[in-house]
């Protein structure tokens, strides 16, 4: 049978119009779902429209004489590398639902709220966030469980939701690109061909002035806080929370038994989803009035609504009924089914950056670009640049990590810079700016799992916009810009475990 596949000769190479068509649909749908529909495009409009960009570059491939086969294979990498990211984003939704069925969320802003003092609200958010991120290694992680609380607390008292989404966030971010347990830390530092601790030091040098410019500003923003509610009124919403659920530090033991597991290094999917069942399995022992509320069928039997109970607030999440509409808002959250749209962003944002990168459409635009870069400064500025540019365009962070560690690995050797400078500025790009982005897999995952839109939380997201600034500065005045020296030799490749 004749081989009707075509040959090499007939695919073209993109021309500039074939690399900018893309981005400039991209921009016009994106720009207009949310035009057209505000905050609700979020809700599918925007997930549309990524889909629709998938659709032009496939026509785009086709016309280049690429085989509708490689452009099916590219699409199955792409799903393929989000395996991990869907089923952190389900056990996220499920603990959610059975962290606020167990007591656990409820009892975190119960105790927060006594604890913590209004004024210092902001800067403790972004402080607690940085530590308990830097043992566990998980923006999502630590935003998803410490954060949800801490919004829920700052929802009682009065304070900005949004402001305290972005002190989460950086706090979060701050301890994701310091952690030695953290994914994107191992893998910008193993795209570089740096040993992981060289790369912590160096971030150092970035992530210490931003946080600490970070803590600045919201200690500033917590002193200003004006109009915060009465404490008659925060003192009935305490006490609602004490007749909904029995509040005891028996509670926190998921979040305990979570660190725990995180600290071991166990995969993150599986530490939230064990924690999630664990929730649920003390809902029932320490919260069974509340369980058998939450399911209010007086046709079922207690154990089987028990069981009814933890199923429903694992798949579409835990409901209250207070009475108070910030108690309602905090407990009603949760569910793997919370997570569905998010799923089908980031699907849509990972299928169409990878077909940009697979087939050189990004490569087409970076690399005239490099040329031109002549100084350290202007180099770091072109990989700050190109690893923003990624988030936005690929709404996805390993790409903005992975691409600029390959693409620009290469000229920082040629030009005698240590590894160390180029996966300290993919950090500083890649990493940290993706929750600022509404169609990043980050930014769709943080505004849902906050209950914050990401457009909102994005001015109060102060580390995250002061890291590549920084990193820019000591790009322009050589400041802990590490050069090789005559007698240092290239080192090997560094395998460092995942």
């Not at 939704?93 to 119960?110: E, F, K, R, V």
């Amino acid at each position: 049978m004749p081989d009707h596949s075509p040959s090499p000769r007939s695919i073209k190479e993109p021309s500039y119009v074939d690399a900018v068509v893309p981005l400039i649909t991209l921009a016009v749908l994106i720009g207009g779902s949310v035009f057209l529909f505000g905050t609700a495009a979020m809700e599918g409009p925007l997930q549309a429209a990524l889909i629709l960009c998938c659709m032009v570059v496939a026509l785009i491939l086709l016309k280049n004489g690429h085989p509708w086969e490689s452009i099916v294979r590219a699409e199955a990498n792409a799903l393929s590398s989000i395996g991990t990211p869907i089923f952190i984003l389900l056990g996220v939704g499920a603990l959610i639902g059975t962290w606020n069925m167990s007591g656990t969320i409820p009892t975190l802003a119960y105790y927060g709220i006594h604890m913590l003092r209004p004024s210092f609200l902001y800067l403790a958010t972004a402080l607690v966030c940085g530590l308990i991120s830097l043992g566990c290694g998980s923006s999502w992680t630590t935003a998803g469980t410490v954060g949800v609380a801490l919004i829920g607390i700052a929802t009682l008292a009065g304070a900005s939701p949004a402001i305290t989404a972005g002190a989460v966030i950086s706090g979060a971010y701050l301890g994701d690109k310091l952690s030695p347990l953290s994914e994107t830390t191992v893998l910008t530092a193993q795209l570089a061909e740096v040993d992981i601790r060289k790369h912590i030091r160096a971030m150092f040098w970035t992530a210490g002035p931003a946080f600490l410019v970070a803590a600045v500003g919201f200690a500033l923003l917590g002193l200003r806080m004006r109009n915060l509610a009465s404490s008659e009124y925060i003192e009935s919403e305490l006490t609602q929370l004490d007749q909904l659920f029995w509040i005891t530090p028996l509670n926190l033991i998921p979040l305990v038994f979570l660190v725990i597991l995180s600290m071991r290094k166990t995969p993150a999917s599986l530490a939230i989803l064990l924690s999630a069942l664990l929730a649920g399995a003390m809902g029932v022992l320490l919260q069974p009035k509340a369980t058998l509320r939450f399911v209010n069928d007086p046709a079922l039997s207690t154990p089987l609504a028990h069981i009814r109970g933890v199923w429903t607030a694992l798949a579409t999440g835990y409901h209250a009924n207070s009475g108070i509409p910030e108690v309602d808002r905090l407990l009603s959250r949760g569910g793997m089914a919370s997570m569905l749209k998010t799923l089908w962003i980031v699907i849509g944002a990972v299928t169409f950056g990878t077909l940009l990168e697979e087939f050189h459409l990004i490569a087409k635009l970076v690399d005239p670009v490099l040329i031109r870069a002549k100084s350290t400064g202007r180099l770091i500025a072109t990989v700050v640049a190109t690893a923003f540019g990624l988030n936005i365009v690929t709404g996805d962070q390993y790409i903005a990590l992975v691409l600029p560690a390959r693409m620009f690995r290469a000229e920082f050797q040629r030009r005698g810079l240590k590894a160390q400078n180029l996966s300290r500025t993919c950090a500083d790009a890649g990493t940290v700016t993706s929750p600022l982005v509404p169609w990043n897999s980050c930014g769709a995952y943080m505004a849902i799992t906050l209950g914050v839109a990401t457009l909102q939380y994005l001015p109060f997201c102060l580390f995250n916009i002061a890291a590549p600034l920084f990193s820019l500065l000591w790009g322009f005045t050589g400041f802990q810009i590490q050069h090789v020296q005559p007698n240092e030799v290239s080192p090997e490749p560094v395998e460092t475990p995942v």
